[in-house]
């Protein structure tokens, strides 16, 4: 199953697999029906979660209702706990929005919501991260999740969301990090598929964030807290949620 999982990642293009995700979803919805692990994005429960992972595959990772990962159901948690998302009237800005948020968000009457980026058929506005066609000081909140380490002059693109972003606003741009690295690494020079997924963790990435991550958003000028969100929950969550163990959400404000 891992080796099939690598296989499709790696070869089918993501505009293709997030099409074909709606039609095969009710299919494994029933097959998967249980009561062991839950998706709190949706409330909805199954036996195990589908193996997920470029590189190195996971096991119940992707939940088979809202095709949330490990990730995606941390934040979910965290915006519902600790934060006004829900309530407060906001205006949003999400960049490649996910799959797993894109309807719950959409139906919020509270939120004035844009999604946006350069190809992503799920996304309204198409436009490049480093370049917006978007006015100052816009948008209260801004999502953008596993979009930096695509992106070859991520200082210019950090620029632009807090350029966006209102005075006082809120960013949340989680990146995949080595938390065991001080200095990202990143070679622009290696552009062969095959060897980013080996040395990047996917094959369209241009590099692996060390903890210096964190400086460069500060050093656009974000006020940066690292929030380790898992710490605040039980064991039980953890696993019933199916959870990662060491994700860093990282709140940015301006």
Known sequence: MKKVV?????????????????????????????????????????????PYGYNNVRLNALSPSTFSLERHRLLWLYLKRETDFFEKKIKVLHFAPEKAFLSKFKKLENISYDTIDLNSPLADIKADICNLPLKDNTYDFILCNHVLEHIINDKKAMQELYRVLKKGGIGIFQVPIDITKNKTFEDFSITDPKERNKLFGQYDHVRIYGMDFFDRLINVGFKVEQCEYTAHLNKEEIIKYCLPKKEIIPICIK
């Open 6 to 50: 690598k296989l499709v990642l790696n070869i089918i293009p993501r505009t293709i697999l997030t099409r074909l995700s709606y039609i095969i979803k009710p299919l494994i919805k029933i097959y998967l029906s249980g009561n062991k692990y839950t998706d709190p994005i949706d409330g909805s429960s199954f036996r195990k979660f589908l």
